[in-house]
């Protein structure tokens, strides 16, 4: 019995052409699971006329950092100047411009603080503080002995980078 190998062989390439193409065709783009880390640039300055009720301090205050969504870092520096004192706690809050809010990341200031200066923090958001975040809708707020309530806040702004 003869058997024609040439007429068998021409349909390898297009067998496996449409093999080829089935098997990626069942793949998608949600198989593959990466997360793209986005990266903001966060900013903000404080004084007491942002501070909730609003003051009449000569303090100001500035924040700069950054904010990654894949690791949720939030990697900052507030800074202080003309307080009417040390600042005896502050922290980040999630509320609205001119709104009193709720307080998420408490910051531990130290001794031996004065009217001006610095700190270096980060915070890890969970998703609705990272929402919250990226609406525009948290602040900073440093507190003194005269200003328990607040003697400077600032509204933070989230720039995509």
């Known amino acids: 019995m003869k058997h024609s190998f040439s007429k068998m062989a021409g349909w390898g390439i297009p067998f496996f052409l449409i093999a080829g193409c089935l098997l990626f065709s069942s793949c998608t783009k949600s ?12 900013s903000g300055t404080a004084n007491g006329s942002q501070a909730t009720p ?3 301090s000569g303090g100001s205050g500035n924040m700069s950092g950054t904010y990654y969504t894949q690791t949720k870092l939030m990697t900052y520096t507030a800074t202080w100047a003309n307080l009417t004192g040390a600042p005896v706690n502050g922290g980040l809050y999630i509320g609205a411009i001119g709104q009193a809010g709720s307080s998420f990341a408490a910051w531990t200031l130290g001794n031996n603080l004065s009217a001006s200066g610095s700190v270096m923090l ?36 989230a720039t995509k980078q």
Not at 31 to 42: E, G, H, L, R, S
Not at 147 to 157: K, M
């Open 31 to 42: 198989d593959v699971n990466v997360t793209a880390d986005v990266a903001y640039t966060i």
């Open 54 to 56: 609003s003051n009449n």
């Open 122 to 157: 980060t915070a890890t958001l969970n998703a609705d503080q990272e929402a919250q975040l990226l609406a525009g809708k948290c602040y900073y707020l440093l507190s003194t002995t005269t200003y328990a309530s607040g003697e400077v806040r600032g509204q933070i702004t």
